[in-house]
């Protein structure tokens, strides 16, 4: 495992145990007590509650916390907005390049399967996918509408989970990615500097 990832892991796992569960359990605490007040089913309801929090504090969940995944996401989106602004006053690209593999030289194009390799991940610079081409800028930085998935697989990584290899073509030097947008982010945030890829290598005519 990268060491930087291990330590991201070690500290955030860190921090579960200690912060987060403690002041659950001193939420559950008050809950029954107040419920002793209450009496009746104000009792129950809150004991109940009680209950819930105390089992979430003691049984954490496998991987990283939605609380830590949706902490790095806000801090990834936060880069993304003050990249853009660096990116226009420079006037330098923001957006991954977009590569039509339907149409053009990309789709009459030579190519050749390489299988599955680890690629560095600063190397995927462009999508086939003019959706993704405007959901992520060009270090693969979300936008606030991939939260949701983008968790879900930052938890994966954390948790250790496998996860499939992403799907790119290779052009010259650099990757662009069929499939697996998110898997990269993820990657590139945890400070990952390789990912395993299903490469399929095109060969640029002289001309283009």
Do not use: N
């Not at 593999?101 to 600063?122: C, S, T, Y």
């Not at 979300?142 to 697989?153: F, G, H, M, T, V």
């Amino acid at each position: 495992m990268d060491r930087r990832l291990l330590t991201r892991l070690t500290q955030s796992r860190s921090g579960q145990r200690s912060g987060l569960p403690r002041r659950r359990l001193g939420l559950a605490g008050g809950l029954v007590a107040g419920g002793l007040v209450l009496g009746g089913l104000a009792e129950v309801l809150l004991a109940m509650a009680a209950a819930v929090l105390a089992l979430d504090a003691l049984v954490p969940m496998p991987g990283g916390t939605r609380t830590a995944a949706d902490d790095r996401f806000r801090h990834v989106v936060r880069q993304r907005r003050r990249a853009r602004l660096v990116a226009r006053l420079r006037g330098a690209p923001e957006r991954l390049d977009l590569l039509d593999d339907r149409a053009g030289w990309a789709a009459a194009a030579p190519r050749r399967a390489l299988g599955i390799q680890a690629i560095d991940v600063r190397s995927v610079t462009g999508t086939v996918e003019p959706f993704k081409a405007r959901s992520f800028d060009r270090a693969l930085r979300p936008d606030p509408a991939s939260r949701e998935q983008w968790k879900r697989i930052w938890m994966a990584h954390a948790g250790g989970a496998p996860l499939p290899p992403v799907s790119v073509y290779r052009v010259g030097g650099e990757h662009v990615l069929r499939d697996g947008h998110h898997r990269v982010s993820v990657a590139r945030e945890l400070g990952l500097e390789r990912i395993d890829a299903d490469v399929v290598e095109l060969h640029r005519p002289p001309h283009c």
